[in-house]
């Protein structure tokens, strides 16, 4: 109760811990967003809100009609609204598009119109720009073929995989089907799609039928509508097949770009643990060692947020142990920070990001945690300000931990303030 009562005079919710769930709907726009997926206890309506600055869930209740899709889906945030596309409703593929406004959290049906895609889900869905989003393959029953598009069926139902390729304008709710140059992709499923700057996207991996899990890199330049397929290189290293992984990327829109890739299930349908960062503009594989936390997993949800210029934190959460075994209810947080020579000196291969921090299932939202973070964002900001000496930059830094310290303290003073009236008032009133 006190802590009910501390949190809602500060202005937040108490914290909470999800239930266990994969093959879940993720979106982030600032804050990481939730809901639906497989395992037990779900509400169908709730979404689930991680603002990065407490590191706390908030479980908040939408309205309207709900998207019929309950695992399986995908979904990206345009402006304040998230769409949702596609999914498994329990007992079909289906194939609507709804979004949700961030503001009002309300649900609302989109209609559409053009080349729809198929009736499918573990497909991928990207934001090209601020109306434009890219739908890319997954798997369902074969519905109507999109011209030069290919389906192959590789399961009991008539279940298989396409490679339709759609775009969707937002703002008149048509469907679109783009001429594309390069390398045709196969027809697959569980792969991720992950835009990396303003106008690149990477897909890696995939289940494809009769040819199982695989492990090329497809280059997307939306600039020439052109699309590069990379094949492992020999004697260089390279992640083995997968499909059900997560990727996210780190330094999205800045110099330098990484693909961050983490877990799945291989060709022996073992659940992988591994993490590999692939330099996009070198098309380069490293293999990152996890921390001993983190667990091997499957169709779970990795989402991204900056926390200033070189400083990534990215969110886990979910998936499965084994290809048929338990859900996971973990909420990984990991940081990676970019170091490395000048850029004017050197390359993007001249670059390294380094894991520099982990919160491993903690929903209590530590404050010793959260002000090391706030001086992190503050010297990776200082750090960024151009034509100023080190010097001047060490200078402000050292001002700004001061600053956050000296606000640390006035928080804890007044928490422990508002606890010993609360107890005063307490002792009255008994």
């Given amino acids: 109760m006190l802590k009910a009562r501390l949190h809602s005079f500060f202005g937040r919710t108490p914290p909470v811990e999800l239930s266990p769930r ?21 509400g169908s309506n709730i979404i689930a809100v991680c603002d990065p600055s407490t590191e706390l869930w908030s479980l908040l209740p939408t309205t309207g009609p709900l998207p019929p899709g309950k695992w399986g889906g995908c979904s990206v945030c345009v402006g304040r609204c998230l769409y949702t596309f596609g999914g498994y409703d329990g007992s079909s593929y289906v194939n609507d598009m709804s979004k949700l406004d961030l503001d009002t959290l309300q649900w609302t049906k989109v209609q559409t119109s053009g080349s729809q895609p198929m009736k499918k889900a573990y497909c991928g869905l990207i934001r090209v720009n601020e109306r434009t989003l890219c739908c890319f393959g997954g798997g369902g029953i074969q519905g109507t073929t999109q011209p030069g598009s290919t389906f192959t069926s590789g399961g009991a139902g008539g279940n298989g995989c396409t490679n339709e390729f759609h775009f969707f304008d937002t703002q008149n709710g048509i469907w679109s089907s783009p001429e594309l140059r390069g390398e045709r992709l196969p027809p697959c499923r569980s ?26 890199v497809y280059l997307f330049d939306f600039r020439t509508m052109e ?27 800045q110099d330098h770009p990484q693909l961050l890739v983490y877990g799945g299930l291989d060709n022996g349908n073992k659940t992988l643990e591994d993490m590999w960062m692939l330099d996009v503009d070198t098309v380069k594989w490293t293999e990152v060692t996890p921390p001993e936390s983190m667990t091997p997993r499957s169709y779970h949800s990795i989402t991204a947020t900056s926390l200033g210029p070189g400083l990534t934190e990215v969110l886990v959460f979910g998936g499965k142990r084994e290809a048929l075994g338990d859900t996971i209810a973990e909420t990984t947080i990991l940081r990676f920070e970019l170091t490395g020579p000048s850029a004017s000196v050197a390359g993007p291969s001249a670059w390294k990001w380094a894991l520099v921090d982990v919160a491993h299932n903690d929903t ?21 300000v151009s034509e100023t000496s080190d010097h001047s930059s060490q200078d402000r830094v050292r001002a700004l931990e001061q600053q956050l310290r000296a606000t640390e303290q006035r928080e804890h003073d007044t928490q422990r303030h508002v606890t010993t009236n609360y107890s005063c008032k307490r002792r009255i009133e008994n």
């Fill in 227 to 253: 699309v590069t397929k990379v094949k492992p290189v020999q004697g260089e290293p390279w992640p083995v097949g997968r499909a059900g992984h997560a990727a996210c990327c780190l330094n999205y829109g």
């Fill in 22 to 42: 994969w093959g879940q709907f993720s979106a982030v726009d600032g804050r990481h967003y939730m809901w639906r997926g497989a395992g037990p206890g779900l």
């Fill in 364 to 384: 209590r939202g530590s404050a010793q945690r959260l002000s090391e973070k706030k001086i992190r964002q503050a010297t990776a900001r200082a750090s960024s």
């Fill in 191 to 216: 792969f991720t799609f992950t835009m990396v700057d303003q106008h690149r996207a990477v897909l890696f991996g995939g289940y494809q039928s009769g040819h199982g899990r695989l492990n090329d």
